[in-house]
């Protein structure tokens, strides 16, 4: 399968999709990126803003099992990843493996879940795995969590520790639709409801995730992701002083692993085998935006993670194409990308070429 023939089927899924849901582009688009950089997601929004549909759709439209869990106070880890039962019958414990055991499962409020459960969650999320009486399970393959909360709810919730959300490849905003896309839903929903059909299978989707994970990622592209992740750390030193009080703790070396995974996954949808700088700019926000944490006179301002990731994206200089070894000459044939503003530090990147663009 070809860039191109793997961009048109992805596509027709994501078109799909929005047969069923009315706007949010970007909700739909990102969806797929964690699933091809496989990685889970994290939506918020405001009650009623499809969340839980889209989801829904999405697994519809690409296949494979589906478990919807509704996080309550009253959870415990053993109602999600499974138990041991005893059996009168055998004298002796049988393993009942809980709901997750899908490909895809939407966790639903999982800022209602106590401590306990949240804990239960990392080893499903991190290793894909689950413990159980001392035998460890795997996860069904392709899999991924896609969760959802509610931020402006404070009774009975319980909020998502650091090291939980740092596990989401995705941090996604789920907006209210725009006035349009509202006499849309009004006009499409107050009738029989359309259905999504299935498009990809499992097995596709696997072979999809390895495509992605095979795009090309030019030295001074991945020296780009470096730069915008270690601004979080030592904004200072890239001419961001302002910013030093304002973060009180930057993104860990995973931002710069999801930047990378979801920078390709964005590619291959776009139908190209290598990544552009754009492509990491239009998914820096979702990735870094929640492993960023702010000080106390940044939360009390209530300043937005997101605009701190805008401020970073807006000082830490892209590296520019150059074809022909000219700037702004046609793209006929490819030449070493040249870095824009001041070098990075370290190791002069070597002279790797970027595919011809089609």
Wanted: charged share 20%; aromatic share 6%; proline share 9%.
């Amino acid at each position: 399968m070809t860039p191109a023939s793997a961009s048109a089927l992805l596509r027709e899924a994501l078109n799909e999709v929005q047969k069923v849901i009315v706007g949010q582009e970007h909700l739909v688009e990102q969806l797929m990126v964690g699933l091809l950089g496989r990685g889970h997601i994290l939506l918020e929004g405001v009650p009623g803003t499809a969340k839980t549909l889209a989801v829904r759709t999405f697994a519809t439209v690409i296949g494979g099992s589906f478990a919807r869990l509704q996080f309550t106070p009253d959870l415990v880890p053993s109602d999600i990843v499974g138990t041991r039962v005893y059996s009168a019958k055998k004298e002796s414990f049988d393993t009942e493996l809980g709901p997750v055991f899908v490909n895809f499962v939407l966790a639903d409020e999982i800022n209602r879940a106590p401590a306990k459960v949240q804990a239960a969650m990392l080893e499903l999320m991190a290793e894909k795995q689950v413990s159980i009486g001392g035998i460890t399970y795997p996860m069904e393959k392709p899999f991924i969590v896609i969760a959802t909360q509610n931020p402006v709810e404070s009774e009975g919730v319980y909020p998502l520790p650091e090291a939980q959300r740092d596990r989401f490849l995705l941090k996604v905003d789920v907006p209210y639709p725009k006035g349009n896309e509202e006499f849309e839903i009004l006009r499409r929903m107050s009738v029989d409801v359309p259905e999504a059909r299935q498009i990809i299978n499992p097995e596709m989707t696997l072979k999809l995730q390895k495509m992605a994970s095979n795009i090309f990622v030019h030295n001074l592209v991945a020296e780009y992701i470096v730069r915008i992740v270690m601004a979080t750390r030592n904004p200072s030193e890239f001419g961001m002083p302002d910013l030093t009080k304002v973060i009180s703790i930057g993104c860990s070396s995973r931002a710069t692993l999801g930047l990378v995974n979801a920078a390709r996954a964005l590619a291959l949808i776009h139908g190209r085998d290598y990544v552009l700088p754009s492509d990491v700019q239009a998914c820096a926000k979702d990735v870094m935006s929640h492993r960023l944490t702010l000080g106390f006179d940044a939360i009390a301002d209530n300043i937005p993670t997101t605009q701190v990731v805008e401020r970073i994206l807006a000082m830490v200089p892209a590296p520019t194409p150059v074809w022909n070894g000219r700037p702004g000459a046609p793209a006929t044939a490819a030449a070493p990308m040249a870095p824009a503003g001041p070098a990075p530090t370290g190791p002069a990147a070597p002279g790797i070429q970027l595919p011809p663009r089609a």
